[in-house]
């Protein structure tokens, strides 16, 4: 098995550090091993992108495959990360094992510093690859830590992604539909802001998702996915 973390891909002015998640298991050669993990990190970090929020995939790949899965997935941050920004500053990580966990909770609850998640690494024979000041290395490195069984909570989030030429426009969902789905996949949450009438499953930021719903349940979010209206998906999902 091989652990892979990447963080800090995004920017203001677009792109998703999820969206990478689907373009490393198209281009990768391997099965996922467990669905992929979105990690959230402490919100508080000044020198965040948007959210703080890292990404994890475990393909079921041989450790010797590491050095080219890490060549691939450093390609792929390089078409599409948005590396003019200078709060972007992506970091990689290929470990054969899961990373301490202390790193992820340390990164939940406080601050860890670059030279931290560089000792983790090396303590634990992972490879790392980062971008300009590398920063987004800790992100990476507590995304490649996290596990389920060690965590006292998580649910699942299925994202849907825009065809590449509607990228930066004005997203069309239709409403009454997120309505009926919320009232139809009652471990869903989060779908829609009715005070202020905003659709919450839509981010307000130019990156490549059209749509992303949260829940209890994956087998009622893949049905939920299906009830939304609005423009095709396209990119994957």
Same mark, same amino acid.
């Given at each position: 098995? @091989?652990?892979?973390?990447?963080? =800090?891909?995004?920017?203001?002015?677009?792109?998703?550090?999820?969206? %990478?998640?689907?373009?490393?298991?198209?281009?990768?050669?391997?099965?996922?091993?467990?669905? !992929?993990? %979105?990690?959230?990190?402490?919100?508080?970090?000044?020198?965040?992108?948007?959210?703080?929020?890292?990404?994890?995939?475990?393909?079921?790949?041989? /450790?010797?495959?590491?050095?080219?899965?890490?060549?691939?997935?450093?390609?792929? &941050?390089?078409?599409?990360?948005?590396?003019?920004?200078?709060?972007?500053? !992506?970091?990689?990580?290929?470990?054969? &094992?899961?990373?301490?966990?202390? &790193?992820?909770?340390?990164?939940?609850?406080?601050?860890?510093?670059?030279?931290?998640?560089?000792?983790?690494?090396?303590?634990?024979?992972?490879?790392?690859?980062?971008?300009?000041?590398?920063?987004? %290395?800790?992100?990476?490195?507590?995304?490649?830590?996290?596990?389920?069984?060690?965590? /006292?909570?998580?649910?699942?989030?299925?994202?849907?992604?825009?065809?590449?030429?509607?990228?930066?426009? !004005?997203? =069309?969902?239709?409403? /009454?539909?997120?309505?009926?789905?919320?009232?139809?996949? !009652?471990?869903?949450?989060?779908?829609? =802001?009715?005070?202020?009438?905003?659709?919450?499953?839509?981010?307000?930021?130019?990156?490549?998702?059209?749509?992303?719903?949260?829940?209890?349940?994956?087998?009622? @979010?893949?049905?939920?996915?299906?009830?939304?209206?609005?423009?095709?998906?396209?990119?994957?999902?």
């Amino acid at each position: 098995m @091989l652990h892979i973390g990447i963080d =800090d891909t995004d920017g203001q002015s677009g792109m998703c550090t999820t969206y %990478l998640v689907n373009r490393v298991l198209e281009r990768a050669g391997y099965p996922p091993a467990e669905l !992929p993990r %979105l990690i959230r990190l402490n919100p508080n970090i000044p020198w965040r992108t948007r959210g703080n929020g890292a990404v994890s995939i475990i393909l079921d790949a041989p /450790e010797t495959c590491a050095p080219q899965v890490m060549d691939m997935v450093a390609d792929l &941050v390089r078409e599409t990360a948005v590396l003019e920004e200078e709060n972007t500053n !992506p970091g990689i990580v290929v470990s054969p &094992v899961p990373l301490s966990i202390e &790193v992820y909770w340390k990164a939940v609850r406080g601050l860890v510093t670059l030279d931290e998640a560089r000792e983790t690494m090396r303590d634990w024979g992972a490879e790392a690859k980062g971008f300009k000041n590398c920063r987004g %290395l800790i992100g990476a490195a507590a995304a490649a830590a996290w596990h389920p069984d060690l965590v /006292e909570d998580a649910t699942y989030e299925v994202i849907a992604y825009r065809a590449k030429e509607r990228w930066g426009t !004005p997203r =069309d969902i239709d409403v /009454e539909s997120v309505r009926a789905m919320s009232v139809q996949c !009652p471990g869903t949450f989060n779908n829609i =802001d009715e005070k202020n009438r905003h659709i919450a499953i839509t981010p307000g930021t130019p990156c490549p998702i059209l749509f992303g719903i949260r829940g209890d349940d994956p087998d009622e @979010l893949m049905r939920a996915k299906d009830m939304i209206a609005g423009e095709d998906i396209g990119g994957g999902r």
